[in-house]
C-alpha cells in the first residue's frame, strides 16, 4: 500500500496572520470531517513555518513543508534559508524543482540534486516536482521531457533514503490556468513516472514511492484524478488557499 498525500502550495501568499487563519481552519477541518489516513502537508511560506507547525502538532497526520531550500549548509548566504533552519522549525517536507523555481530562479538538475542532498542531510523528506510545458506536450515529447527531469536528478538519489522520496508530476500548462490534465492524461504520466522509477531503483521501490498529481486540482476534479491507480495524492496551488474547499479535496 502506497502512502497517500494531500499537500497544499501556498505559494508567495498570505500575510502572516491570514497565514494562521487558513492554517488554524484547515487544521480543524481536517481534524473533524476528514477520514482515512491521508496526509495532509501544508507547505508555506518560510515566514509561516514555525507557527504552522505548531498548530499542526495537534494532529500527527496533518505535516508542515518549506517551499524551497538552500543548496547550502550554513554560512555567508545573505537571504537563503537552509534545510537544518527548515527542519528546526518542525517542518517534515521541501518542495524542490517546482516548475516556478526553474523558470523564474533558473533551476537546473544541479542545483535541484543539491537541494535534495540537503533536505535529506536534515532528515525531511523531498517532493520532488516535475512536468512538462504546453510545447513539448503538442510536440507529443513529454515521456521523453518528464523522463529526463527525473534521471538527470535522481541518478544520484542514495538508496537507502527512498521510503522518504515523494513525487509530484505537474504539466506546466495545467498550473494556474484551470485547465486540469485529464484523468487519463494524468494516469498515463503517472503510470511512465513510476517505469522510470523502477528503471532507477527497480520494482519494489518504484511501486513505493508516492506519485502526486499537481494542476488545477478542485474539489470537482478531485475524486476522480484520485481514483487513477497511479496517482496517489494531490499538489495542489489555488485551490488551497481556502480552507472548505481544500478540506473537500483531502475528503476526495
Ligand atoms: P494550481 O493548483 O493553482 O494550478 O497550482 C498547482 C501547483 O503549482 C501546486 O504546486
Known sequence: MRRRII???????????QGLELASEVIQIVAD??????EVVLAVPFIHLQAVTRLAASNSRIAVAAQNCSTETEGAYTGE???????STGARYVLVGHSERREYFNEDGVVLM??????LQASMAPIFCCGEP???????QENKFVAS???????TYPKADLHRLVLAYEPIWAIGTGRTATAAQAQ???AHIRTVLTDLFGENAAQLIPILYGGSVKASNAVELFAQPDIDGGLVGGASLQSREFANICKA
Not at 470531517?33 to 491521508?38: D, L
Open 81 to 87: 534559508t537552509s534545510a537544518g533552519q527548515i527542519a
Open 7 to 17: 499537500a497544499a502550495n501556498w505559494k508567495m501568499n498570505k500575510n502572516y496572520q
Open 134 to 140: 504546453l510545447s513539448i506536450r503538442d510536440q507529443g
Open 188 to 190: 498515463a504520466m503517472h
Open 33 to 38: 470531517e476528514v477520514n482515512g489516513n491521508a
Open 149 to 155: 527531469q527525473l534521471n538527470d536528478v535522481l541518478s
Open 114 to 119: 543539491r537541494k535534495i542532498e540537503q533536505t
